[in-house]
């Protein structure tokens, strides 16, 4: 089946420093992908998306960019603040295909003051 | 539209009693999940409904654990008896069935069983 491998974590950054997160992924079919985001205490929130091919999402300064040649949607951010830390899932959906919603383990990023 | 809402936020059960979760998902949306999240496992997909019908329960641990979703506005996760293992946090989610919009995750129950 779909799957989606992304980076172990904790990852640690000082504030103001460039996040990456990799995301790789494996689909028979053409599916969306996904950040969402979870911060303490909450539920799973959606940070950005991408339904095609080169497409690139973003949202409050995150972007990823859909790979199809490398399979891959990794997550940026130029300058990362305190309030980002929380923990970051990439996720894929194929419903066209019949594959729902598939996560990643999740990297738990820590911002340092 | 207030989200998806998830009752209780928190439950604290002692071993062999019976745990009912809740959800309400947004007004219009067909698609409902279930997920349970613990730090060794991760985010586990336990059911899926579409049209208030379940489609995929393979997710789902055992016996003892059952779902219902009786109408569209309205999902509950039961587990019946529940055991120390159960306690993690226990998500609901929904979407719009068709194409590849994005799934909305309620705040979660967090279950602890003694």
């Known amino acids: 089946g779909d799957s989606v491998t992304q980076m172990e974590g904790p990852v640690t950054l000082s504030e103001e420093a460039f996040l990456t997160i990799n995301c790789t992924y494996t689909?028979?079919?053409?599916?969306?992908l996904f950040w969402y985001v979870q911060y303490p205490g909450e539920g799973l929130q959606l940070l950005l998306k991408?339904?095609?091919?080169?497409d690139k999402g973003s949202n409050k300064g995150f972007e990823a960019t859909y790979r199809k040649e490398t399979t891959s949607f990794h997550l940026e951010k130029g300058s990362v603040q305190v309030s980002d830390s929380a923990v970051y899932f990439c996720?894929?959906?194929?419903?066209?295909?019949?594959?729902?919603?598939?996560f990643g383990p999740g990297t738990r990023l820590s911002v340092l003051p | 539209d207030a989200g998806v809402i998830q009752s209780p936020r928190h439950e604290v059960t002692e071993m062999g009693q019976e745990v009912t979760l809740r959800c309400k998902p947004i007004?219009?949306?067909?698609?409902l999940f279930w997920y349970r999240q613990t730090m060794m496992r991760g985010l586990e997909l336990l059911i899926y409904?579409?049209?208030?019908?379940?489609?995929?329960d393979s997710g789902m641990p055992e016996d003892r654990f059952s779902a219902k979703m009786p109408n569209a506005s309205f999902s509950t996760l039961k587990i019946q008896p529940s055991e120390p293992r159960d306690s993690a946090v226990y998500f609901c989610?929904?979407?719009?069935?068709?194409?590849?919009?994005?799934?909305?995750f309620g705040q979660g129950t967090r279950l602890t069983v003694v």
């Open positions: 989610a929904s979407s719009f069935p068709a194409g590849n919009t994005e799934a909305f």
């Open positions: 689909a028979t079919g053409y599916p969306s």
């Open positions: 991408a339904t095609k091919a080169d």
């Open positions: 996720a894929l959906s194929d419903r066209n295909y019949g594959q729902n919603f598939v």
């Open positions: 007004s219009g949306h067909n698609s």
């Open positions: 409904f579409n049209n208030n019908v379940p489609i995929d």
